[in-house]
């Protein structure tokens, strides 16, 4: 093919009109048409090349189908080298652009549109294009600092955009201060937050900064609001955060902060270990069935409990009478790792003692003393009555110069109930001594003579 091509160009060369065929030849043998015009050029050399409308009608030919196969081959490699050079190159947007002027940043411009927009998603995700990491990183720090310079100069513009730039430096940078100011500025004006804004890595760690440096003072001022901050923020406060608001407290929340943790409640949240318990405490006596209801929740939750969620349930037992259900918790402590304490033997005594469990109260009293555990006046008041109704009113009447003597002042019950007895034995002198401690406390009452013949009794 090639041979007869060579010879078409040169017939044609030799021609009347040789240079015009010449170039359509060349032309079509460099875009791979050769042989189907070839043939046109045959005729033309045929007819003595007179017919010059034959021979531009050639080159116009050759010109539109050469000129249509370049573009496409351009086109082609043109999509190769984009698709190859997108895998490498950061985009311009990354690299050249300028730092804005940060007077109109703040307000203005959305995340997506900052100058190191990609290279602060990067960050936030632990890593930078591998290409220039150091100076990424130096580009966004400068980046950062400047966002950061200007909210302590300027204040910061109370809308999403701003927020997501000064949280994400705050973050970068460790900032607690503008990190704190943030947060006052959202307890003001409200949180301006849009979800997508921000990660929920940065959220986080915003957090998490602010909580770990909020002294207890500021904690119990905006506990509460601070539980709608971040709940605003699209995230659940965790039993961490939980726990801090409540240290703050010394576990002894008021009960504005313990309906704000049964509002978390009622909305699905789990209570960490530490608002159960507390709020089981705050309930054990006037709402014993709902704190009874909380210690089932947790056990189904597999929430851990402690030692004051276990008096807590105790308590309410001796309150709904389930001295049962109060003697099976306390077998069960030792496998939860706890001890019992005064509080815990006093709920025992007294839901025994409540329960007609007379001679079980008095020896959980014997075991409390033995594990060298001082009983309180409640502890004796139930074990001096429970003496009292098995008839032992000598053991009775020195369980109550015991607890004189160690200090403890008697119940005003105590007094009366251990002073009716002794009346009703003919023991008037004894009666009257513990009459006096009825209306006031007596220190020489730790004086209190026996009647004769009882020491021998006890």
């Known amino acids: 093919m090639m041979q007869s091509l060579v010879e078409n160009i040169q017939s044609a060369q030799r021609s009347q009109h040789g240079a015009l065929a010449c170039a359509a030849s060349v032309a079509l043998v460099f875009f791979g048409l050769g042989d189907p015009v070839a043939a046109v050029l045959r005729g033309v050399r045929a007819t003595g090349c007179q017919n010059e ?75 930078v294009n591998k290409k220039s990491p150091s100076t990424k990183i130096d580009q966004l720090t400068k980046f950062d600092a400047d966002v950061l310079n200007q909210a302590k100069r300027e204040g910061i513009s109370p809308n999403a955009q701003a927020y997501s730039l000064v949280i994400g430096a705050c973050v970068r940078l460790n900032n607690i201060d503008v990190a704190l100011e943030v947060l006052n500025q959202m307890l003001k004006k409200g949180v301006h937050y849009h979800s997508g804004s921000m990660s929920s890595n940065t959220i986080v760690k915003f957090f998490r900064i602010v909580m770990e440096n909020l002294d207890e003072l500021r904690m119990r001022e905006i506990g509460i609001q601070l539980l709608d901050v971040i709940q605003a923020h699209g995230m659940v406060p965790t039993t961490t955060i939980q726990n801090q608001i409540i240290c703050a407290w010394k576990s002894k929340p008021p009960d504005s902060v313990l309906r704000a943790f049964m509002k ?26 709902f704190t009874l209801e909380l210690y089932d929740e947790m056990v189904e939750n ?17 309150i709904r009478g389930m001295t049962s259900k109060a003697l099976e918790l306390f077998e069960s402590m030792p496998a939860h790792g706890l001890a019992p ?118």
């Open 264 to 289: 978390l409640r009622q909305q699905g949240i789990v209570l960490s270990s530490t608002a159960y318990r507390c709020i089981m405490a705050a309930n054990e006596r006037t709402a014993p069935e």
């Open 341 to 458: 304490n005064g509080k815990t033997y006093g709920a025992l005594i007294r839901a025994c003692t409540a329960g007609n469990l007379v001679r079980e109260a008095v020896d959980l009293f014997d075991s409390m003393r033995s594990a060298g555990i001082e009983p309180n006046r409640f502890a004796f008041h139930d074990v001096i009555y429970c003496c009292v109704k098995v008839k032992k009113l000598g053991k009775a009447l020195s369980l109550y110069r015991e607890m004189i003597t160690a200090g403890v002042p008697p119940c005003k019950n105590t007094c009366v109930y251990l002073g009716n007895a002794c009346q009703k034995r003919g023991w008037t002198e004894t009666a009257d001594q513990i009459a006096l401690d009825a209306v006031g406390y007596r220190a020489e009452a730790a004086s209190l003579e026996l009647p004769p013949g009882l020491e021998e009794a006890l």
């Open 302 to 318: 597999g929430v851990k409990l402690d030692r004051v969620s276990f008096n807590a349930v105790l308590c309410a037992c001796s």
């Open 53 to 127: 409308l034959m021979i531009l009608i050639a080159l116009a030919l050759a010109y539109s189908i050469g000129m249509t196969h370049a573009g496409e081959r351009t086109r082609d490699t043109s999509k190769t080298r984009v698709v190859a050079s997108s895998k490498v190159l950061p985009s311009r947007c990354q690299t050249k652009r300028p730092v804005q002027n940060m007077a109109r940043l703040l307000p203005q411009v959305p995340r997506a549109t900052s100058p190191v927009s990609n290279m602060s998603s990067d960050a936030e995700k632990g890593g």
